[in-house]
């Protein structure tokens, strides 16, 4: 079972996940971070790390984010990994009360 991020970092894209991910599974897109779900070791260290609790467990996903398991592996494949952590978007605090974002993805 891999991790997967979901809407809630489109347009955030805080990278505090990014520094205890011991495997370097984070990929980074134009505005949202994505896990290889074929790196990830379920190691759970990045969960507590989201301050908008983006990641979930794939079996814990709800219903309406899990559409995010395929974007994860899909867009993970062709976007660079993150291993280090970056400074959040100067209005990620504003994106982070958004909820319906998934339009705005940009790939």
């Known amino acids: 079972m ?5 809407e809630a970092c489109i347009k955030c894209k805080y990278t505090d996940c990014v520094d205890v991910c011991p495997v370097d599974c984070f990929h980074e897109g134009p505005n949202m971070l994505v896990i290889d779900p074929d790196e990830c070791i379920d190691c759970t260290l990045c969960v507590p790390e989201c301050p908008v609790e983006a990641i979930y467990a ?3 996903l709800p219903e309406a984010q899990r559409a995010f398991i395929k974007i994860n592996a899909e867009l993970a494949k062709d976007w660079p990994v993150i291993v280090e952590r970056k400074e959040a978007p100067a209005d ?10 998934k339009q705005l993805l940009q790939k």
Request: aromatic fraction near 12%.
């Open 92 to 101: 990620a605090d504003e994106w982070s009360k958004v909820a319906a974002k």
């Open 58 to 60: 794939e079996d814990d």
């Open 2 to 6: 891999a991790y997967v991020v979901t």
